[in-house]
């Protein structure tokens, strides 16, 4: 069974940074791309971020690029998201997904807020 277990969320002054992890199981974690959407309140689920298995390729959501990074350590089933210079309009509940699977996680609430 696919399990994905996102973390790292929480409230962040405009400017500043956090890490998201997600921890997945039940599938070949190497073998998938993984992505990162997120959701804002009254609003539909964007995309964030795609990194492939092997980690060639990535893709960000429009004007993301620059300020998050996706990344991944396939020994420990992890991806990652650094996410700089945060604004309040990225405050959101994030979420990960692998390709390949309808599988979403629990997500993890990031508020950016003075």
């Known amino acids: 069974q696919v399990q994905l277990v996102e973390s790292g969320g929480g409230l962040v002054q405009p400017g500043g940074s956090l890490r998201l992890a997600c921890v997945a199981s039940g599938f070949t974690f190497s073998n998938h791309a993984m992505r990162w959407y997120r959701q804002a309140p009254g609003k539909g689920r964007e995309f964030v971020a795609r990194?492939?298995?092997?980690?060639?390729?990535?893709d960000y959501g429009d004007s993301l690029e620059g300020r998050f990074i996706i990344s991944r350590d396939n020994a420990k089933n992890t991806v990652y998201l650094q996410m700089n210079r945060l604004i309040p309009e990225d405050t959101a509940v994030y979420y990960c997904?692998?390709?390949?699977?309808?599988?979403w996680g629990q997500g993890t609430q990031v508020t950016v807020s003075s």
């Open positions: 997904k692998a390709d390949g699977y309808a599988w």
């Open positions: 990194l492939s298995g092997g980690g060639e390729e990535i």
